[in-house]
Nanobody, 122 residues
Framework: QVQLVESGGGLVQAGDSLRVSCAAS????????MGWFRQAAGTERAFVVA????????YYADSVKGRFTISRDNAKNTVYLQMNSLKPEDTAVYYC???????????????WGQGIQVTVSS
């Protein structure tokens, strides 16, 4: 089993930056592909970005490409999401996820965090 805990969310203004983190415990984190998803009120959970187990591949949703950056530190069992130039439409609960497959499908991920709120005011 893997436990994932997100941190670093909050309320920011449009144009600001924010970094959210996801700390993993349990089974070997370094073997897992990791992803971030988000869910705005009244919508389905949507893919944001993924990173491969060794960090050599990343894949971004078009809506965040050029503004968000994913990274991981396997020595610290942590994955990060740096969000720049935030927009009100980025407001959502952000979920960290881990799985054995790399990609943008929710079904690829077996492990999920509890989610953390990111709110961007205009």
């Amino acid at each position: 089993q893997v436990q994932l805990v997100e941190s670093g969310g909050g309320l920011v203004q449009a144009g600001d930056s924010l970094r959210v983190s996801c700390a993993a415990s349990g089974r070997s984190f370094s073997r897992l592909n990791m992803g971030w998803f988000r869910q705005a009120a009244g919508t389905e959970r949507a893919f944001v970005v993924a990173i491969s187990w060794n960090g050599d591949r990343t894949y971004y949703a078009d809506s965040v490409k050029g503004r968000f950056t994913i990274s991981r530190d396997n020595a610290k069992n942590t994955v990060y999401l740096q969000m720049n130039s935030l927009k009100p439409e980025d407001t959502a609960v952000y979920y960290c996820a881990g799985g054995e497959r790399f990609g943008d499908r929710r079904s690829y991920y077996n492990y999920w965090g509890q989610g953390i709120q990111v709110t961007v005011s205009s």
